[in-house]
Protein backbone atom coordinates (compact mmCIF):
# COMPACT_ATOMS: atom_id res chain seq x y z
CA UNK A 1 0.00 0.00 0.00
CA UNK A 2 2.79 2.24 0.82
CA UNK A 3 4.53 1.29 -2.45
CA UNK A 4 1.14 2.66 -4.14
CA UNK A 5 0.92 5.96 -2.38
CA UNK A 6 4.63 6.40 -3.30
CA UNK A 7 4.04 6.11 -7.04
CA UNK A 8 1.33 8.48 -7.15
CA UNK A 9 3.02 10.94 -5.24
CA UNK A 10 6.27 10.23 -7.46
CA UNK A 11 3.44 10.65 -10.85
CA UNK A 12 2.17 13.96 -9.57
CA UNK A 13 5.68 15.14 -8.34
CA UNK A 14 6.94 14.36 -11.91
CA UNK A 15 4.05 15.75 -13.83
CA UNK A 16 4.24 19.12 -11.91
CA UNK A 17 8.04 19.08 -12.48
CA UNK A 18 7.16 18.61 -16.35
CA UNK A 19 4.32 21.52 -16.73
CA UNK A 20 6.68 23.92 -14.88
CA UNK A 21 9.62 22.97 -17.58
CA UNK A 22 7.27 24.86 -19.96
CA UNK A 23 9.98 25.36 -22.99
CA UNK A 24 10.74 29.08 -23.41
CA UNK A 25 9.23 28.86 -27.28
CA UNK A 26 5.89 28.08 -25.49
CA UNK A 27 6.30 30.55 -22.80
CA UNK A 28 6.95 33.44 -25.49
CA UNK A 29 4.20 32.00 -27.43
CA UNK A 30 1.62 32.34 -24.79
CA UNK A 31 2.97 35.77 -23.47
CA UNK A 32 2.57 37.45 -26.94
CA UNK A 33 -1.13 35.92 -27.14
CA UNK A 34 -1.71 37.58 -23.83
CA UNK A 35 -0.16 40.62 -24.65
CA UNK A 36 -2.88 40.39 -27.49
CA UNK A 37 -5.65 39.37 -25.84
CA UNK A 38 -5.18 41.66 -23.11
CA UNK A 39 -4.99 45.14 -25.07
CA UNK A 40 -7.59 44.06 -27.48
CA UNK A 41 -10.18 42.20 -25.30
CA UNK A 42 -13.22 42.27 -27.64
CA UNK A 43 -12.00 43.77 -30.51
CA UNK A 44 -8.76 43.84 -32.39
CA UNK A 45 -8.57 47.61 -34.11
CA UNK A 46 -6.10 48.19 -36.69
CA UNK A 47 -5.14 51.58 -38.73
CA UNK A 48 -6.30 52.43 -41.53
CA UNK A 49 -2.93 52.92 -43.72
CA UNK A 50 -3.79 56.64 -44.95
CA UNK A 51 -4.42 57.67 -40.78
CA UNK A 52 -1.66 55.59 -39.42
CA UNK A 53 0.73 58.42 -39.43
CA UNK A 54 -1.52 61.12 -37.34
CA UNK A 55 -3.19 58.44 -35.02
CA UNK A 56 0.21 57.16 -34.09
CA UNK A 57 0.98 60.99 -32.95
CA UNK A 58 -2.13 60.89 -31.18
CA UNK A 59 -1.63 58.34 -29.08
CA UNK A 60 -2.22 54.43 -29.69
CA UNK A 61 -6.30 53.21 -27.60
CA UNK A 62 -7.84 51.01 -29.43
CA UNK A 63 -11.23 52.44 -28.12
CA UNK A 64 -10.86 55.63 -30.06
CA UNK A 65 -10.89 54.16 -33.46
CA UNK A 66 -13.46 51.98 -34.70
CA UNK A 67 -12.55 48.06 -36.21
CA UNK A 68 -12.73 47.07 -39.67
CA UNK A 69 -12.35 43.62 -41.85
CA UNK A 70 -8.52 43.88 -42.04
CA UNK A 71 -5.83 41.73 -43.24
CA UNK A 72 -4.30 42.76 -40.18
CA UNK A 73 -6.11 41.16 -37.50
CA UNK A 74 -6.07 38.31 -39.80
CA UNK A 75 -2.63 37.97 -39.64
CA UNK A 76 -2.29 38.62 -35.95
CA UNK A 77 -5.34 35.90 -35.21
CA UNK A 78 -3.56 33.41 -37.51
CA UNK A 79 -0.88 32.79 -34.54
CA UNK A 80 -3.37 32.22 -32.17
CA UNK A 81 -5.43 30.00 -34.87
CA UNK A 82 -2.10 27.73 -34.56
CA UNK A 83 -1.62 28.02 -30.80
CA UNK A 84 -4.71 26.74 -30.12
CA UNK A 85 -4.38 24.26 -32.18
CA UNK A 86 -1.14 23.45 -30.86
CA UNK A 87 -2.02 23.58 -26.93
CA UNK A 88 -5.71 22.87 -26.93
CA UNK A 89 -6.73 25.57 -24.95
CA UNK A 90 -9.77 26.60 -26.34
CA UNK A 91 -9.84 29.70 -24.45
CA UNK A 92 -7.83 30.80 -27.89
CA UNK A 93 -10.37 29.74 -29.97
CA UNK A 94 -12.78 31.28 -28.04
CA UNK A 95 -11.33 34.81 -28.61
CA UNK A 96 -10.38 34.01 -32.42
CA UNK A 97 -14.16 33.45 -32.68
CA UNK A 98 -15.33 36.39 -30.84
CA UNK A 99 -13.19 38.69 -33.00
CA UNK A 100 -14.24 37.34 -35.96
CA UNK A 101 -18.13 37.22 -35.40
CA UNK A 102 -17.85 41.24 -34.64
CA UNK A 103 -17.94 40.89 -38.41
CA UNK A 104 -20.00 37.95 -39.41
CA UNK A 105 -23.57 38.06 -39.25
CA UNK A 106 -26.02 35.17 -39.58
CA UNK A 107 -26.75 35.69 -43.14
CA UNK A 108 -22.72 35.01 -43.62
CA UNK A 109 -22.30 38.87 -44.52
CA UNK A 110 -19.21 40.64 -43.76
CA UNK A 111 -19.52 44.07 -42.23
CA UNK A 112 -17.49 46.84 -43.81
CA UNK A 113 -16.49 44.28 -46.10
CA UNK A 114 -16.05 45.74 -50.12
CA UNK A 115 -15.98 43.31 -52.73
CA UNK A 116 -15.96 45.88 -55.48
CA UNK A 117 -12.97 47.18 -54.34
CA UNK A 118 -11.17 44.39 -55.43
CA UNK A 119 -8.87 44.31 -52.21
CA UNK A 120 -6.47 41.65 -51.65
CA UNK A 121 -6.16 42.62 -48.53
CA UNK A 122 -9.46 41.62 -47.26
CA UNK A 123 -9.25 38.24 -48.53
CA UNK A 124 -6.71 37.37 -45.77
CA UNK A 125 -9.39 36.84 -42.95
CA UNK A 126 -10.53 33.96 -44.87
CA UNK A 127 -7.91 31.78 -43.29
CA UNK A 128 -9.59 32.46 -39.70
CA UNK A 129 -12.68 31.73 -41.16
CA UNK A 130 -11.45 28.45 -42.60
CA UNK A 131 -10.58 27.62 -39.30
CA UNK A 132 -14.12 28.80 -37.39
CA UNK A 133 -16.14 26.45 -40.29
CA UNK A 134 -13.98 23.43 -39.97
CA UNK A 135 -14.66 23.05 -36.17
CA UNK A 136 -17.98 24.70 -36.11
CA UNK A 137 -19.52 24.22 -39.21
CA UNK A 138 -21.69 27.23 -38.61
CA UNK A 139 -22.93 28.00 -42.29
CA UNK A 140 -22.54 31.68 -41.76
CA UNK A 141 -18.38 30.94 -42.35
CA UNK A 142 -19.13 29.66 -45.28
CA UNK A 143 -20.91 31.54 -46.44
CA UNK A 144 -18.46 34.52 -46.01
CA UNK A 145 -16.07 32.58 -47.45
CA UNK A 146 -17.96 32.31 -50.67
CA UNK A 147 -17.72 35.60 -50.96
CA UNK A 148 -13.76 36.04 -50.60
CA UNK A 149 -13.91 33.05 -53.14
CA UNK A 150 -16.14 35.13 -55.49
CA UNK A 151 -13.57 38.14 -55.26
CA UNK A 152 -10.76 35.88 -56.08
CA UNK A 153 -12.88 34.38 -59.03
CA UNK A 154 -13.15 37.97 -60.63
CA UNK A 155 -10.27 39.89 -59.57
CA UNK A 156 -8.60 42.02 -62.21
CA UNK A 157 -5.52 40.51 -63.71
CA UNK A 158 -2.69 41.34 -66.01
CA UNK A 159 -2.35 40.17 -69.47
CA UNK A 160 -0.81 36.99 -68.37
CA UNK A 161 -3.20 36.02 -65.37
CA UNK A 162 -1.43 37.94 -62.52
CA UNK A 163 -4.06 39.19 -60.07
CA UNK A 164 -3.92 43.35 -59.57
CA UNK A 165 -3.26 44.06 -55.64
CA UNK A 166 -5.81 46.31 -55.72
CA UNK A 167 -8.71 47.68 -58.11
CA UNK A 168 -7.48 51.25 -57.40
CA UNK A 169 -3.62 50.36 -58.30
CA UNK A 170 -4.77 48.99 -62.48
CA UNK A 171 -2.05 46.48 -63.96
CA UNK A 172 -0.08 46.65 -60.35
CA UNK A 173 1.17 43.27 -58.65
CA UNK A 174 2.81 43.52 -54.91
CA UNK A 175 4.65 41.18 -53.15
CA UNK A 176 2.23 41.37 -50.19
CA UNK A 177 -0.16 40.24 -52.29
CA UNK A 178 1.51 36.95 -52.37
CA UNK A 179 0.17 36.30 -48.30
CA UNK A 180 -2.69 38.60 -48.56
CA UNK A 181 -4.45 36.88 -51.49
CA UNK A 182 -3.01 33.65 -52.43
CA UNK A 183 -2.78 31.89 -49.30
CA UNK A 184 -6.50 31.97 -48.55
CA UNK A 185 -6.88 30.57 -52.45
CA UNK A 186 -4.53 27.80 -51.57
CA UNK A 187 -6.27 26.75 -48.20
CA UNK A 188 -9.88 26.85 -50.00
CA UNK A 189 -8.49 25.12 -52.96
CA UNK A 190 -7.28 22.31 -50.83
CA UNK A 191 -10.44 22.77 -48.72
CA UNK A 192 -13.19 22.31 -51.25
CA UNK A 193 -11.30 21.05 -53.99
CA UNK A 194 -11.66 23.46 -56.70
CA UNK A 195 -8.45 22.59 -58.97
CA UNK A 196 -7.34 25.91 -58.82
CA UNK A 197 -3.59 24.58 -57.33
CA UNK A 198 -2.04 25.53 -60.90
CA UNK A 199 -3.42 29.35 -60.87
CA UNK A 200 -2.10 29.48 -56.94
CA UNK A 201 1.40 28.41 -58.28
CA UNK A 202 1.32 31.09 -61.57
CA UNK A 203 0.42 33.96 -59.25
CA UNK A 204 3.94 33.47 -57.32
CA UNK A 205 5.71 31.79 -59.69
CA UNK A 206 5.16 35.62 -62.03
CA UNK A 207 5.51 37.93 -59.26
CA UNK A 208 9.25 36.04 -58.94
CA UNK A 209 9.73 36.50 -62.79
CA UNK A 210 8.28 40.49 -62.69
CA UNK A 211 9.83 41.30 -59.52
CA UNK A 212 13.84 39.98 -59.10
CA UNK A 213 16.43 41.96 -58.90
CA UNK A 214 18.80 40.18 -61.13
CA UNK A 215 21.89 41.33 -59.08
CA UNK A 216 21.43 40.85 -55.85
CA UNK A 217 18.26 37.84 -56.09
CA UNK A 218 16.08 39.70 -53.92
CA UNK A 219 12.74 40.87 -55.25
CA UNK A 220 11.21 44.53 -55.22
CA UNK A 221 8.19 45.90 -53.78
CA UNK A 222 5.76 45.89 -56.89
CA UNK A 223 5.61 45.69 -60.53
CA UNK A 224 3.72 47.74 -62.91
CA UNK A 225 2.49 46.40 -66.03
CA UNK A 226 1.51 49.41 -67.61
CA UNK A 227 5.07 51.56 -66.81
CA UNK A 228 2.34 54.35 -66.50
CA UNK A 229 3.38 54.61 -62.25
CA UNK A 230 5.65 57.59 -61.14
CA UNK A 231 7.16 54.82 -58.67
CA UNK A 232 8.56 52.38 -61.32
CA UNK A 233 11.12 52.11 -64.12
CA UNK A 234 10.50 52.97 -66.90
CA UNK A 235 11.80 49.99 -68.67
CA UNK A 236 11.35 47.52 -66.06
CA UNK A 237 8.27 48.40 -64.01
CA UNK A 238 9.53 47.54 -60.97
CA UNK A 239 9.41 49.71 -57.64
CA UNK A 240 13.18 51.44 -56.85
CA UNK A 241 13.22 49.60 -53.50
CA UNK A 242 13.44 46.19 -51.38
CA UNK A 243 11.51 46.20 -49.00
CA UNK A 244 11.88 43.69 -45.98
CA UNK A 245 8.29 43.01 -45.33
CA UNK A 246 7.18 42.87 -48.89
CA UNK A 247 9.23 40.17 -49.10
CA UNK A 248 8.67 39.03 -45.45
CA UNK A 249 4.90 38.65 -47.19
CA UNK A 250 6.39 36.48 -50.17
CA UNK A 251 8.56 33.98 -48.52
CA UNK A 252 5.98 33.06 -45.30
CA UNK A 253 3.25 32.78 -48.06
CA UNK A 254 5.95 30.16 -50.33
CA UNK A 255 5.97 28.11 -47.37
CA UNK A 256 2.44 27.91 -46.63
CA UNK A 257 0.98 27.37 -49.84
CA UNK A 258 3.42 24.73 -50.78
CA UNK A 259 2.32 23.35 -47.53
CA UNK A 260 -0.85 22.88 -48.95
CA UNK A 261 0.13 22.02 -52.45
CA UNK A 262 -0.48 18.14 -53.14
CA UNK A 263 3.44 16.69 -53.30
CA UNK A 264 3.00 15.29 -57.01
CA UNK A 265 1.92 18.68 -58.47
CA UNK A 266 3.66 19.69 -61.05
CA UNK A 267 4.42 23.34 -59.84
CA UNK A 268 5.05 22.11 -56.57
CA UNK A 269 9.45 21.77 -57.59
CA UNK A 270 9.27 25.18 -59.10
CA UNK A 271 8.13 26.99 -56.24
CA UNK A 272 10.47 24.94 -53.79
CA UNK A 273 12.89 26.29 -56.61
CA UNK A 274 11.88 29.56 -55.96
CA UNK A 275 11.75 29.35 -52.15
CA UNK A 276 15.26 28.55 -52.45
CA UNK A 277 16.41 31.01 -54.47
CA UNK A 278 14.93 34.11 -52.83
CA UNK A 279 16.18 32.47 -49.64
CA UNK A 280 19.97 32.25 -50.39
CA UNK A 281 19.61 35.88 -51.72
CA UNK A 282 18.07 37.21 -48.38
CA UNK A 283 20.65 35.20 -45.73
CA UNK A 284 23.49 36.95 -47.56
CA UNK A 285 21.97 40.14 -46.51
CA UNK A 286 21.48 39.08 -42.82
CA UNK A 287 23.39 41.51 -40.58
CA UNK A 288 26.34 40.11 -39.49
CA UNK A 289 26.33 41.55 -35.54
CA UNK A 290 22.91 41.12 -34.73
CA UNK A 291 21.63 38.21 -37.52
CA UNK A 292 18.50 40.30 -38.27
CA UNK A 293 17.47 42.52 -41.47
CA UNK A 294 17.60 46.25 -42.35
CA UNK A 295 14.22 47.57 -43.39
CA UNK A 296 15.89 48.18 -46.68
CA UNK A 297 17.23 44.78 -47.09
CA UNK A 298 20.06 45.14 -49.23
CA UNK A 299 21.09 48.71 -47.96
CA UNK A 300 22.32 48.11 -44.49
CA UNK A 301 24.66 51.17 -42.81
CA UNK A 302 23.12 53.71 -45.01
CA UNK A 303 22.07 56.94 -43.13
CA UNK A 304 18.57 56.75 -41.54
CA UNK A 305 18.22 52.69 -42.39
CA UNK A 306 17.23 50.49 -39.14
CA UNK A 307 17.22 46.51 -38.14
CA UNK A 308 13.34 46.08 -38.44
CA UNK A 309 11.19 43.58 -36.75
CA UNK A 310 8.24 42.56 -39.38
CA UNK A 311 10.54 41.82 -42.23
CA UNK A 312 12.91 39.86 -40.12
CA UNK A 313 10.27 37.79 -38.03
CA UNK A 314 8.70 36.78 -41.49
CA UNK A 315 12.16 36.11 -43.04
CA UNK A 316 12.94 33.86 -39.82
CA UNK A 317 9.37 31.97 -39.73
CA UNK A 318 10.16 31.12 -43.42
CA UNK A 319 13.63 29.91 -42.53
CA UNK A 320 12.27 27.41 -39.45
CA UNK A 321 9.04 26.38 -41.35
CA UNK A 322 11.31 25.64 -44.49
CA UNK A 323 13.78 23.93 -42.83
CA UNK A 324 11.38 22.07 -40.82
CA UNK A 325 9.60 20.44 -44.08
CA UNK A 326 12.38 19.81 -45.86
CA UNK A 327 11.42 22.34 -48.47
CA UNK A 328 15.05 24.10 -47.14
CA UNK A 329 18.35 22.17 -46.85
CA UNK A 330 20.32 22.05 -43.72
CA UNK A 331 22.78 25.00 -44.68
CA UNK A 332 20.25 27.16 -43.75
CA UNK A 333 20.28 26.41 -40.40
CA UNK A 334 23.17 28.17 -39.03
CA UNK A 335 21.23 31.22 -40.41
CA UNK A 336 17.94 30.42 -38.85
CA UNK A 337 19.47 30.64 -35.50
CA UNK A 338 21.63 33.59 -35.58
CA UNK A 339 18.14 34.87 -37.06
CA UNK A 340 15.77 33.41 -34.22
CA UNK A 341 18.79 34.49 -31.19
CA UNK A 342 18.83 38.20 -33.06
CA UNK A 343 15.20 38.77 -32.84
CA UNK A 344 15.09 38.33 -29.17
CA UNK A 345 17.62 40.57 -28.39
CA UNK A 346 17.20 43.25 -30.94
CA UNK A 347 13.69 43.69 -30.17
CA UNK A 348 11.97 41.79 -27.80
CA UNK A 349 11.30 42.93 -24.20
CA UNK A 350 9.88 42.45 -21.19
CA UNK A 351 7.47 44.63 -18.92
CA UNK A 352 6.88 44.77 -15.18
CA UNK A 353 3.65 42.60 -15.72
CA UNK A 354 6.03 39.84 -17.13
CA UNK A 355 4.54 40.07 -20.52
CA UNK A 356 6.34 40.47 -24.13
CA UNK A 357 6.69 43.46 -26.53
CA UNK A 358 8.19 43.83 -29.91
CA UNK A 359 9.44 47.03 -31.12
CA UNK A 360 10.73 48.58 -34.54
CA UNK A 361 7.91 47.51 -36.67
CA UNK A 362 7.46 49.67 -39.80
CA UNK A 363 3.87 50.85 -39.69
CA UNK A 364 3.13 50.63 -42.63
CA UNK A 365 4.35 51.30 -46.34
CA UNK A 366 2.60 51.01 -49.93
CA UNK A 367 3.09 52.23 -53.43
CA UNK A 368 1.23 54.76 -55.20
CA UNK A 369 -2.24 55.90 -53.89
CA UNK A 370 -3.46 59.31 -51.63
CA UNK A 371 -1.12 60.85 -50.74
CA UNK A 372 1.20 59.69 -53.48
CA UNK A 373 4.16 57.10 -52.38
CA UNK A 374 7.08 57.19 -54.18
CA UNK A 375 8.57 54.16 -53.00
CA UNK A 376 11.81 55.41 -52.66
CA UNK A 377 14.58 54.90 -50.01
CA UNK A 378 13.64 57.83 -47.94
CA UNK A 379 10.00 57.29 -48.50
CA UNK A 380 10.34 53.67 -46.82
CA UNK A 381 12.97 54.47 -44.05
CA UNK A 382 11.02 57.52 -42.74
CA UNK A 383 7.62 55.67 -42.25
CA UNK A 384 6.98 55.64 -38.62
CA UNK A 385 7.78 52.94 -36.31
CA UNK A 386 5.77 50.70 -34.07
CA UNK A 387 5.84 48.32 -30.81
CA UNK A 388 3.41 45.37 -30.86
CA UNK A 389 2.22 45.47 -34.42
CA UNK A 390 0.14 43.28 -35.21
CA UNK A 391 1.34 42.41 -38.55
CA UNK A 392 4.52 40.81 -36.50
CA UNK A 393 3.01 39.35 -33.71
CA UNK A 394 1.12 36.85 -35.48
CA UNK A 395 4.19 35.31 -37.62
CA UNK A 396 6.45 35.60 -34.39
CA UNK A 397 3.64 33.32 -32.59
CA UNK A 398 3.77 31.18 -35.41
CA UNK A 399 7.68 31.48 -35.26
CA UNK A 400 7.91 30.15 -31.44
CA UNK A 401 5.92 27.34 -32.03
CA UNK A 402 7.78 26.38 -34.87
CA UNK A 403 11.09 26.51 -32.64
CA UNK A 404 9.52 24.68 -30.03
CA UNK A 405 8.69 21.27 -31.92
Known sequence: MMRFFFLILLFVNTSLFAQKQESHEM???KGFAKTIMSTYPDSIVS??????????KEGTDPGKRAAVWNYEEAVTLKGIDRLWRKTGDDAYFSYMKKIIDHFIGDDG????YLPLEYNSDQITGGLILLSLYEKTKEPKY???MDQLWEQIQWQPRTKEGGFWHKYKYPYQM???G???????YASYTKAFHTNTFSDVANQLIWMNAHLKDPITGLLFHGWDESKKQLWCDPKTGRSPEIWSRSMGWYVMALVDIIELFPNNHPKRPELIRILNSTMTAIAQFQDKNSGVWYQIVNKGGMQGNYLEASGSTMFTYALAKGIKKGYLPAMFKATLTKAYEGLQKEFITIDEKGLPHIHHSCSGAGLGGTPYRSGTYDYYVNEPQRSDD??????LISLFLLMGE
Not at 178 to 184: E, K
Not at 390 to 395: E, F, H, N, Q
Request: net charge positive; glycine share 2%.
Open 27 to 29: MMA
Open 47 to 56: KKFLQHMLQD
Open 109 to 112: SIRT
Open 142 to 144: KIA
Open 174 to 176: WLD
Open 178 to 184: AYMLDVF
Open 390 to 395: LKTIGP
